[in-house]
């Protein structure tokens, strides 16, 4: 049994419904148990030629499947909320299901990098982790979130959902 920490992000359509559906399949997955979840946020596009803000969230869960096969599943729950995957530049998507943290594992293969190679980096990673695991260590870079956090140089707005102006 693992803890797992999946960051949730919408920016299509009806962002916090996807949100809400996806921690709704996730939980109704065998070998899947939510633990609790953070606060909704709004945040900018990242890296994106997009103007549409994304609802982000990040969920706490406990899991018996290895690695791979949770990154299946979340897969096939962005298929079944009707993500689109095209290949090239970041697009608009009703729903992307990133795994943050897999446990205390590090795992670099074609398919799965985790930690993800850039929660570090993301402020809508890192501020719902700060809610749910300021003090817990960054596997790889032997960094609590609350550190990660105060380090971003350059972090993305990020405000908690329904206080954007
Ligand atoms: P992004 O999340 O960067 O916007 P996608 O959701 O389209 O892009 O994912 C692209 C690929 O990233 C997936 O096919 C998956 O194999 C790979 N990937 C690598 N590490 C992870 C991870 N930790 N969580 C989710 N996907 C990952
Ligand atoms: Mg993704």
Redo the contacts with the bound molecule.
Sequence with gaps: MAIVYLSLGSNLEDRVGYIQQATSLLGGTDGVTIVRTSAFYESEPVEMNSENWFVNAVVEAKTTLPPQHL?EQ??RI?RQLGRK?KSGD?QD?TI?????LYGKEVIDTD????????MHQRAFALVPLLELIPDTLHPKLQKTMSDLHEELANPEIILLYGTRG
């Design positions: 990154l979340c897969q962005e995957s970041y998507r992307d299901i990133d795994i943050l398919t799965l990098t985790v930690p993800h190679n850039k």
